[in-house]
């Protein structure tokens, strides 16, 4: 990643140092409901709503007129942790679920990795499609693998796909890759740059 607007030394922190984790709270859809009289003012959002039902990448609650409610007839586990104004949440999904628009698998050639680069791109690769993924992952074991022995100075998030996507299905993984349901995708690409010495 890069920031234009950052200039500093970079400096390299656990992760845990920074943020704090969290449990999340399963409510089933039948627990929610976008009546706020028969609420108990508490929003929960399925993960794969996020992507399926509300376009963009900020979901401001204020704007939207749908985002479910806890019904008040609802169980809320004791001592609850709730979201305060001004966090940061970043959700490691584990699984594609309904937000991709396909999962077809592009070729590329090397003359046409400079144009995807440049062409904007909207897309997701997980471990998963409809369950969440092992503490011991196969996908992130095979993902790390090919990017280490991968002696290409740039490839395709697709290509890369492409490499891992039968021996995390051998592992008992159900890999997928493909277009986000955000409609700003235009046929880009995510594209990995080997580091040069």
């Not at 929610?32 to 963009?56: F, K, M």
């Not at 169980?75 to 942790?81: G, K, L």
């Not at 999904?93 to 062409?119: L, P, Q, Y």
């Not at 051998?170 to 349901?181: A, E």
């Amino acid at each position: 990643m890069t920031w234009t607007r950052f200039s500093g030394e970079w400096k390299e922190v656990a992760f845990g140092e920074i943020f704090e984790f969290l449990n999340t709270y399963a409510f089933s859809r039948e627990q929610l409901t976008t009546a706020p009289q028969e609420s108990v003012e508490v929003y929960n959002i399925h993960y794969g709503d996020i992507h399926a039902t509300y376009d963009g990448y900020v979901l401001d609650f204020e704007k939207e007129a749908a985002v479910p409610l806890l019904k008040k007839a609802t169980e809320i586990p004791s001592n609850p942790i709730f979201l305060q104004e001004g966090d940061l949440v970043i959700a490691d999904a584990c699984f594609a679920g309904v937000m991709f628009n396909s999962r077809s698998v592009i070729k590329d050639s090397d003359k046409e990795i400079e144009e995807k680069f440049r062409t904007p791109s909207c897309k997701a690769m997980t471990s998963e499609s409809f369950k969440e993924a092992d503490d011991n992952s196969a996908f992130a074991k095979y993902l790390i693998e090919e990017l280490y022995e991968n002696d290409e100075i740039a490839i395709t998030a697709v290509k890369l796909y492409s490499k891992l996507y039968q021996p995390v299905k051998d592992n008992g993984g159900d890999p997928r890759y493909g277009t986000i349901k955000i409609g700003r995708d235009r046929g880009g690409e995510f594209i990995f740059f080997r580091k040069q010495n």
